[in-house]
């Protein structure tokens, strides 16, 4: 019996050792890591939404790789309408963040975390309507997601 007990006590160790440190520290600023560090870190996570949030994370960024290729034809024909977009989609996303930093520290954690990945899937949603030229689409979840 005590085997099994060492077993499970030595399987649990090893399961929370494949986790990356950041599922257990969530940095709150700008992420240092690239969309595949990101992606790679979600992986690893055991708590579902903390594994959600570096994936939301990833995607934001890889969104905000493609809108800066993007962006640079534009400037090539002499089109900067869509550059206050980009910058003000990071805005958004950082104020987010900066916005429920302190929440996430509290004892409410799991729900913070929930809403932080909503508004990331929608705000998302939106940015992507809007990069490929459904503004009044985007317009429309924008007024219905409150964003």
């Known amino acids: 019996m005590h085997w099994i007990i060492v ?10 050792a494949q986790e990356h440190p950041a599922c257990h520290d969530l940095q709150l600023s700008e992420p240092a890591f690239t969309s595949k560090e990101l992606l790679t870190i979600a992986r690893s996570c055991s708590a579902p ?3 959600e949030l570096y994936f939301n994370r990833a995607q934001h960024i890889r969104l905000l790789n ?6 640079k034809s534009l400037i090539n024909y ?12 990071k805005v958004h996303m950082a104020l987010v963040e900066a916005f429920f930093s302190k929440d996430l520290l509290s ?16 705000s998302s949603e939106i940015a992507e309507l809007r990069f490929k030229g459904y503004d009044l689409i985007a317009d429309r979840l924008q007024q219905k997601y409150q964003l």
Do not use: D, P, T
């Open 7 to 16: 077993l499970f006590f030595v399987f649990i160790a090893g399961a929370s």
């Open 49 to 51: 939404e903390v594994a």
């Open 66 to 71: 493609r809108y800066i290729i993007f962006e």
């Open 78 to 89: 002499g089109n900067r309408e869509s550059e206050a977009y980009i910058e003000s989609y």
């Open 107 to 122: 004892g409410n954690g799991g729900v913070v975390l929930a809403e932080l990945n909503r508004i990331y899937e929608q």
